[in-house]
């Protein structure tokens, strides 16, 4: 019995990971939908992930914890690997039959692979591992389940597409100093964190527009300025930092605006672009995510002045805006258009 409990002289050329056969079924559809599980627990698990953007592999690799005369006699493959934490997660029940006997593995693995981050996971543990992922501060008291349609970019996603942004701005336009005008005020987050991840020298300011109605006394024209810019821009490299580009006919209308007072140069960076719906001859030189068109939520963007603050971007069940009442905004339809607007 102490030959399974301790490696062999030989052991660290046999305490290696090795590398599971794939399980995946199918190649269209959810992850967890390509994928034969072996317990409910597992299934469920994987549609957790996937719902908050979670990135898994299912049962990838079997760690050796046991040998006898040169030969592995025990192995321990953990359910799921989460490559963003680089964490092994066991999935486990209450039982305490089953509870133990993983208890010592997981001990056993520790002690022969100290570099292997790995966690006992129970139902009740769920919330935790959201905190790990960026979702803790979620205000999920006022946006129930019911109401997220799906999540479209996890707090990871939106954290590392930033800093790649930041990176190929500050490549761009090394050796020159910037000027981040900001359009209000869905752009808010994106901005101050683009800002911080920045290494050129540059300056803040805030563009306000207003958009009135086809039939508001002022005729065609539908875009003006509401708040206005502090500081010239001529002379100066300007970029634009945008929440979400849409038809693009107020982003076509502030760079013309912004054009006619001589900056040196002028582009655009967009948190979002939906490039299906263009009308106007608009391309943003810096894009994060294409997004469909849906109503989305998070990281800056609200419905009514909420959900501005969620970590995470997520498109909301149309149930939610549905609701609202009175002319054509108060249409399913309707309120879907105002969403989008023609940014």
Not at 65 to 79: A, I, S, Y
Not at 113 to 122: A, F, G, M, S, T
Not at 133 to 161: F, K, M
Not at 278 to 285: K, L, S, Y
Request: include cysteine; aromatic fraction near 10%.
């Amino acid at each position: 019995m102490s030959s399974l409990l301790t490696a062999p002289a030989r052991a660290p050329r046999w305490r290696r990971p090795i590398k599971q056969r794939s399980r995946v079924e199918r190649r269209s559809g959810p992850p967890h939908t390509r994928v034969s599980f072996s317990h409910p627990s597992e299934l469920e698990f994987a549609r957790f992930l996937d719902f908050y953007r979670i990135r898994w592999a299912y049962e990838p690799v079997a760690f050796p914890l046991g040998w006898e005369d040169g030969r592995v006699t025990e192995m321990f493959t953990p359910d799921f690997y989460l490559p963003e934490h680089d964490l092994y997660v066991e999935l486990t029940t209450m039982k305490q039959s089953l509870v133990t006997p993983k208890h010592r593995k997981l001990r056993r693995l520790r002690e022969l692979y100290p570099e292997v981050k790995i966690r006992l996971l129970h139902r009740r543990d769920y919330e935790q591992l959201l905190a790990q992922a960026g979702y803790a501060h979620a205000d999920l008291d006022h946006l129930r389940a019911s109401q997220v349609e799906r999540i479209l970019v996890s707090p990871l996603e939106l954290e590392t597409r930033v800093r790649s942004l930041a990176r190929r701005i500050s490549r761009d336009y090394a050796g020159r100093s910037l000027i981040l005008v900001g359009m209000l005020k869905g752009v808010t987050f994106f901005l101050a964190d683009l800002a911080r991840q920045l290494t050129v020298p540059l300056a803040i300011d805030y563009l306000g527009v207003s958009r009135y109605a086809r039939d508001h006394p002022s005729g065609a024209r539908r875009v003006a300025v509401q708040r206005d810019l502090d500081h010239p821009i001529r002379g100066r490299d300007v970029l634009l930092v945008e929440d979400v580009v849409n038809t693009g006919l107020t982003l076509d209308y502030v760079l013309g605006v912004l054009r006619d007072r001589g900056p040196a140069s002028l582009e655009v960076v967009t948190l979002l672009d939906r490039p299906s719906r263009r009308i106007a001859e608009v391309r943003p030189r810096y894009v994060g995510f294409q997004v469909p068109n849906d109503y989305v939520v998070g990281y800056g963007l609200d419905y009514r002045e909420r959900y501005r603050n969620l970590p995470f971007i997520c498109a909301l069940h149309p149930s939610v805006y549905a609701q609202d009442a009175g002319g054509e905004e108060g249409t399913p339809e309707g309120r879907r258009l105002v969403a989008l607007g023609d940014r």
